[in-house]
Nanobody, 123 residues
Framework: VQLQASGGGLVQAGDSLRLSCVAS????????MGWFRQAPGKEREFTAT???????YYTDSVKGRFTISRDNAKNTVYLQMNGLKIEDTAVYYC??????????????????WGQGTQLTVSS
């Protein structure tokens, strides 16, 4: 599975942005998908996940501001980010899990990773 993330950029606090991640190489609808982020000097951390059935789960810091969704016809997972904060600044990675269980949180349970897209939020 190849994952191509895009949509990052430089925005101001309070702005909105949508990240996209296109998957290829495997039937997208069979994959659980996730978004992670990694700030400078920090470990990669879970942000949001969507199961192949469409259930979603978020880390507490983004609940109510971020929305993960998927379009199986386009082999794409999205991360809509509203009310962006300076602390959201990070490289954002999409990931795919081929396991049976959905709502996958741990980094180690994802099998495939995209290249990352940089989000910088300024004041």
């Amino acid at each position: 599975v190849q994952l191509q993330a895009s949509g990052g950029g430089l925005v101001q606090a309070g702005d909105s942005l949508r990240l996209s991640c296109v998957a290829s190489g495997r039937t997208f609808s069979t994959l659980h998908m996730g978004w992670f982020r990694q700030a400078p000097g920090k470990e990669r951390e879970f942000t949001a996940t969507i199961s192949r059935g469409g259930s979603t789960y978020y880390t507490d810091s983004v609940k109510g501001r971020f929305t993960i969704s998927r379009d199986n016809a386009k082999n794409t997972v999205y991360l809509q980010m509203n009310g962006l904060k300076i602390e959201d600044t990070a490289v954002y990675y999409c990931a795919a899990s081929s396991g049976l269980a959905g709502l996958v949180v741990p980094v180690s349970r994802y099998d495939y990773w995209g290249q990352g897209t940089q989000l910088t939020v300024s004041s």
